[in-house]
């Protein structure tokens, strides 16, 4: 469950330039505190956590959960004890940060006197703390690295997406920022390359944007959607490798507008790893939409066929039918089950015997989070999602099962602290005492010697990347290969705003220019044969 609030642990054609590299820190332990959220109340804990989270097994968070590392109220919780409003839920994780891009934020405007700095933020660092990325994020690094006290992020821009953010440094700017953002007054131009010959002249998209899936921050065209307008102008055609550079203009400030856009006409992102990825939309690549209709239908989500019934989610993917989980699971007036000596709601005994599958074994943790009902397509781009970043990561989670074998998970340093009394209480703050070290940097990846040649790249078996370990020796975490500097950022760059304080600019990002190509690219032969670009 990630925090409301995150707060501090303590203490030939155009030559490819080097890849950035990798920056990555070492796994540490991390504690939060979080106020119970209102889609988890009257469910089990377990049910709550393995539908958030995707990153390890069922088996593995009821394994965590059991070994005391969270607490509600101050009261250790068990995997059945169901989440009330009021609840302060207190956790301690090990925390694998992913690794994103070693290229630098740049400071390109400081206003001591107004209180404000513009920033060129690289593609893959996300902004704030969120899902496993905590010290890797901008304001993390703006405040650890740069030493500012605080800092204001008013406005956001996808962790893929690289470019110009103006930052406010008081809280008086930031509300005067803010005030322009929700007016309409702030000026955005990004530039973007896109797949295909977009046709000349400027193009207008007025479509309707919802979020249906927050895990994997997946958005559709959809007419219950908020409004969103865009106006695409093409800059420039490259016939080599069939793709155009635009100039964006998002007259309002959805999440994902100018990529969902560019997708719904057809001409998605060219490196775009959720809208321009055929293995998830199919060869339309969802051109003019999804169909909305809503349906019932629900599939247990498929580990590759090595992997099936492995743990106990492959065996439940390969037993399970149609789930009645949504029924079981109640709360309030409506619960069902007994209370502990706390007063805690727990499962009685003939439910623990019974071995019902939570959600996300079923497939029905599919558009739980979605304010509309799914239609059969959505539910299939978000399942091939899914499917397609468990393949990115080894299968990690299906190989989830080293713990199995292992003692209960020992935090270092960690302990859990009383709770305060109940009118003391206060959302956020760390609800375990003791020191959990900073951030540790590990350097990895490729890179620039000082003669200017690219280093070779790491060898891509899983031991050697990580010290010759499969596994977390804390967590028992399966590892993965790192991702390639390259694919971790999108051709979207936030160019230029206007605003009250002024206009700001960056320089034209270097996939911008004539000749350039990239991994995966198409390229077009002499003879006029097409083929894809490899490195």
Avoid at 245 to 255: D, E, K, Q, Y
Avoid at 335 to 341: C, E, F, I, L, V
Wanted: charged share 25%; aromatic share 8%.
């Amino acid at each position: 469950m990630a925090p409301e609030h995150p707060q501090d642990p303590p203490p030939a054609p155009h030559p490819r330039p080097p890849p950035p590299g990798l920056r990555k820190i070492a796994p540490y332990w991390y504690p939060y505190t979080t106020m119970a959220k209102e889609r988890w109340l009257g469910r089990e804990i377990l049910e709550i956590v393995s539908t958030e989270f995707r990153d390890r097994s069922v088996e593995y968070y009821k394994y965590a959960l059991e070994s005391g590392v969270t607490t509600i109220n101050g009261v250790v919780a068990k995997p059945d004890t169901v989440v009330r409003n009021g609840d302060r839920i207190e956790n301690v994780v090990h925390r694998h940060e992913p690794p994103v891009a070693a290229t630098p934020v740049r400071i390109l405007h400081r206003d001591e006197e107004k209180g404000f700095i513009v920033i060129d933020k690289p593609g893959s660092i996300p902004v704030h703390a969120t899902g496993r990325y905590f010290y890797l994020s901008l304001v993390e690094i703006l405040q650890r690295e740069f030493a500012f006290e605080k800092v204001y992020t008013v406005n956001r821009l996808d962790r893929l997406t690289s470019g110009l953010m103006v930052v406010a440094l008081s809280s008086r700017t930031a509300a005067a920022l803010a005030r322009e953002f929700v007016e309409g007054r702030v000026g955005k131009e990004y530039v973007a390359r896109c797949a295909g010959e977009f046709p000349e002249g400027e193009t207008v998209v007025d479509q309707p944007l919802l979020t249906v899936d927050r895990q994997m921050g997946l958005n559709i065209v959809h007419p219950d959607g908020k409004p969103a307008r865009t106006v695409f102008t093409r800059l420039r055609y490259d016939r080599g490798t069939n793709s155009s550079i635009l100039h964006c203009r998002p007259l309002t400030g959805r999440s994902h507008q100018i990529r969902v856009h560019l997708q719904y006409l057809g001409f998605p992102i060219a490196n775009d790893p959720i809208y321009s990825e055929t293995k998830i939309w199919g060869p339309k690549l969802g051109k003019g939409g999804i169909d909305v209709t809503p349906s019932a239908e629900r599939a247990p989500p498929a580990p590759p066929p090595e992997l099936a019934g492995s743990t106990a989610e492959g065996a439940a993917a390969a037993g399970a039918g149609v789930s009645t989980v949504g029924e079981d699971v109640k709360g309030g007036d409506g619960a069902t089950g007994s209370s502990d000596a706390k007063g805690r709601d727990t499962a009685t005994e003939g439910e623990r015997e019974t071995s019902r599958l939570l959600p996300r074994e079923t497939g029905h943790d599919i558009g739980m989070g979605s304010p509309v009902p799914l239609s059969a397509e959505a539910v299939g781009v978000i399942t091939r999602l899914r499917n397609m970043k468990d393949e990115d990561e080894d299968w990690s989670r299906w190989r989830d099962v080293v713990f199995k074998a292992k003692g209960r998970l020992v935090p270092h340093g960690l302990a859990p602290r009383p709770l305060p009394p109940q009118n003391r209480r206060r959302r956020g703050g760390h609800g375990f005492v003791g020191v959990a070290p900073g951030p540790r940097e590990v350097k990895v990846g490729v890179g620039p010697d000082p003669s200017g040649r690219a280093s070779p790249p790491p060898p891509v078996a899983v031991a050697e990347e990580n010290d010759g370990l499969l596994y977390c020796p804390e967590c028992y975490l399966p590892l993965h290969p790192d991702p390639a500097p390259e694919k971790l950022y999108i051709f979207l760059h936030a160019l230029r705003y206007t605003t009250g304080l002024g206009t700001f600019e960056t320089e034209m990002p270097e996939w911008t220019r004539e000749g350039f190509v990239w991994s995966g690219a198409p390229c077009r032969s002499a003879q006029g044969e097409v083929g894809e670009v490899q490195y």
